[in-house]
């Protein structure tokens, strides 16, 4: 007779009568549970529709190594197809550029990577399902790419310190007073009106909403924007076209009122386009308004600019999937949600610093030093 102990006795139940227990472990804590209490092995098979044989084994693997006797033998399996080296090539090739090897691909896929093993005699046959687990294995995913830009502007750093100090409320050192406020500002160009040519269809129990794919076009429009960084309220313009004028008329809209029109200074945080580039627009700007500084960022460093934020906001709750009858109802709906914004929107948690700044110029430094062959501007420190 089995005489397992209390603890023994509690997880055989568990496993016996658990609902997430797997059939074949379930059937064996229940055999020794049924053995425990005295039950003749003939008597268990015959209750329990199992071969006398089968009770008899899994009674004796208790009996003789306990629970861990209930769970399957390691088995030898069948011989690898593949040698360790065999693997680690398949790797390596997948971390080089097709272009490298010859190969007219610009991403390498699972099955072109299997082709390209047997056509160099790598390996036999091997399935591009054998691939995929290899890559799985490392996190290597050939067939996806993320865009970077390299930074060639000589001034970069203190141009980017400058803005994220204004991010911080700092100025030349100087912390910013009540009556100072920073402005981030930009252009969304090439707002289209699409109306569909037939209904959008509401989504409903698991059906996503449906949007037709044909559409006429009614036109389309630019989007300024000027966004407060420290109050979270947006002023937003809807123009024809961007240029110098339609910035100005933005800036006019938002230095014509309070705070901004009395305030001691007003930062205005802008990217490097044609319509606010350069010296000339900082001057443009100060003869037009005192108080008003022009701050740019680095070039191709649009990212450190704010409004860009609230830019992918109105992208992704406002335009997309963009179903407009005309033009004058995206002007409606941009202004309704303005609105809406600024009834509930807090600043946005910019956690990006001067400190992490210079790790970043830190790493670019190392990677510069790393691939002597590679162009590179050096920076400021």
């Known amino acids: 007779m089995i005489a397992p102990t209390a603890c023994e006795r509690a997880r055989l139940k ?53 629970l861990p006797g209930l769970a399957d033998r390691k088995r030898c399996g069948r011989p690898a197809s593949f040698t360790a080296l065999q693997t680690a090539q398949v790797k390596a090739l997948a971390c080089q550029l097709p272009a490298e090897t010859g190969t007219p691909l610009s ?71 009540a009556d100072e406020y920073v402005i981030s500002a930009d252009e969304k160009t090439s707002i289209q009106a699409r109306c569909r040519c037939h209904p959008t269809l509401a989504p409903g129990q698991a ?64 990217d490097n386009g044609s319509s606010h580039r350069g010296k000339k627009a900082a001057d443009r700007l100060t003869a037009a308004f005192p108080n008003a500084v022009l701050v740019h960022t680095p070039v191709h460093a649009s990212w450190l600019n704010q409004v860009e934020i609230y830019f992918s906001v109105v992208q992704r709750k406002v335009v997309q999937p963009n179903d407009f009858t005309d033009l004058a109802q995206v002007r409606e709906r941009l202004r309704a949600f303005e609105n809406r914004y600024n009834a509930t929107a807090q600043p946005f948690q910019w956690k990006f610093t001067t400190s992490d700044l210079d790790d970043l110029l830190a790493r670019l430094d190392r990677h510069a030093a790393d691939h002597p062959e590679e162009s590179w501007v050096t920076l400021a420190a």
């Open 14 to 66: 568990k496993m016996a009568y658990g609902h997430k227990t797997e059939h074949r472990l379930r059937m064996r804590a229940q055999v020794v549970l049924h053995a425990a209490r005295g039950r003749s092995n003939a008597l268990i098979a015959r209750e329990m529709g199992l071969h006398l044989d089968t009770v008899r084994t899994w009674r004796g693997r208790f009996a003789e190594h306990g």
């Open 107 to 177: 991403r390498w896929s699972c099955p072109e990577l299997a082709r390209e093993v047997a056509a160099r005699a790598i390996a036999g046959t091997i399935s591009a399902s054998t691939v995929r687990r290899w890559l799985k294995q490392d996190a290597i995913k050939p067939w996806q790419y993320r865009t970077w830009i390299f930074i060639t502007d000589p001034d970069f750093r203190p141009r980017a310190e400058r803005v994220l100090d204004l991010y911080a409320r700092t100025w030349d050192g100087q912390r910013l007073g």
């Open 207 to 270: 059906r996503a909403m449906r949007v037709n794919h044909t559409y006429g076009r009614g036109g389309a429009l630019a989007y300024l924007a000027a966004y407060d960084i420290h109050h979270a309220r947006v002023f937003g313009r809807c123009e024809a076209k961007t240029g110098i004028d339609p910035f100005m008329a933005l800036v006019s809209q938002v230095m014509g009122q309070e705070p901004y029109a009395s305030a001691k200074r007003v930062f205005w945080v802008v």
